[in-house]
């Protein structure tokens, strides 16, 4: 059995971030059916910019609800300067804040076959004339 078996887990799911009313609904209802899936595990959303909060204070608030473990996943399909360069800075800034803490990096979503059936959802919609949202 690893020693993080029984630590407490948060997820913090980071988006971009936006100014336009409803554009982080997605990422909320992520959260939510996530939360639904496994409810013993803290979930939070986090944004790099204009909406808070922001990663730091995400991972805080996971940390102040008692996680152990926060598991920081970027929700991005493209590997930009914020997936590449800001956000593994950010984490490893967390690190040396909170070295009793185990903080980790997972992958961005990027290509996924999953994401593709999206896509593909999306066109055939798109063509029947189907709004989703």
Known sequence: MTPFA???RAVLLVGH???LT???DAIDQVIETLHKKEPATIFQAAFLEIR???IPEGIELCLSRGAD???VIPYFVQAGKHVVQDIP???SEAKTKYPGKNICLAEYLGFDL???SVVGDRIREAREGVKTS
Do not use: A, C, D, Q
Request: charged share 25%.
């Open 22 to 24: 409803g554009s982080n």
């Open 69 to 71: 473990e926060v598991v």
């Open 17 to 19: 971030g936006s100014k």
């Open 6 to 8: 029984f630590m407490k």
């Open 114 to 116: 999953r994401i593709v």
């Open 89 to 91: 800075r950010i984490i």
């Open 52 to 54: 808070s909060p922001n």
